[in-house]
């Protein structure tokens, strides 16, 4: 990530960042702001969100859907050059398949290093996760012990797995008001587990209190796949 001749002069950096970098004002979307704030979205129905900043550092927050079928809670500390994440959540799929998510990860912001390719500000992000839930399994006809199903016949399957992910969130600032945002990755972990996502965007700051967004993204994993398309507003108390 950073050019080995750097080293001593990012450590230097590290120890005078707090009052140079993350005092300035941050984006409304920026992942590494710690804020209180409520929001309202639709994605094939309403969720509500909600984050509050304990202190200067330190943040909760937490969203929901209409039906509290899906939901996350999670927590944020904020530190030098970045933000460390922890976050539980469920996700629902089709045929009664869900997966219940535990992760803890980082969010760095490259501006702090100067580097802000096209005017973007990219947020790398990395760290540990496990997924438990059911997954939907086909039957192989070898395998069948009742003898009322049929082989291409699927079965909901307890399932787990530790693993890592990685990827990068980005915030592109096209007006005062206007900003785009995209953001990709990946995951693996033990059990042949595997997925990756991948969205974008577009934000529009209506005051230094409200904002509003509709976004899109993709996902694909062992448990299943998710198209969704996400309008949303939020406001801003601090």
């Known amino acids: ?3 080995k001749l750097l080293a001593s002069t990012l450590l230097t950096m590290t120890l005078l960042l707090p009052a140079l970098s ?13 804020v209180t704030k409520l929001g309202v979205g639709y994605n094939d129905g309403l969720t509500f969100s909600g984050s509050i900043g304990l202190d200067e550092v330190r943040m909760i927050n ?24 922890f976050n539980f959540s469920r ?53 069948l012990s009742i003898s009322n199903f ?5 079965v909901l399957i307890p399932s787990s797995s530790h693993g890592a992910y ?5 915030l592109k600032p096209l007006t005062e008001n206007f900003s785009l945002i995209a953001l990709a990755g990946g995951m693996a972990g033990s059990n042949s587990y595997s997925g990756y996502w991948a969205g974008g965007g577009l934000s529009y700051k209506i005051n230094n209190q409200q904002s509003f967004g509709i976004f899109g993204i993709i996902s694909d ?15 801003q108390f601090n």
Not at 150 to 154: I, V
């Open 221 to 235: 994993d062992d448990y299943g796949q998710r198209n969704d398309i996400a309008i949303s507003y939020s406001y």
């Open 1 to 3: 990530m950073k050019k």
């Open 62 to 85: 937490a969203s929901i859907d209409e039906d509290a079928s899906e939901w996350r809670i999670g927590g944020s500390w904020l530190f030098d050059i970045g933000i460390v994440n």
């Open 91 to 143: 996700v629902d799929y089709e045929n009664d398949v869900y997966k219940n998510n535990y992760s803890v990860g980082t969010f760095i912001p490259l501006s702090i290093f100067g580097f802000t390719p096209g005017g973007w500000q990219i947020f790398p992000m990395a760290g540990y996760n496990y997924n438990d839930g059911n997954q939907l399994t086909e039957k192989n006809a070898p395998t």
């Open 22 to 34: 993350f005092a300035q004002e941050k984006h409304h979307d920026d992942p590494t702001k710690i």
């Open 150 to 154: 049929n082989a291409g016949d699927f």
């Open 166 to 170: 990685l990827g990068a969130f980005g």
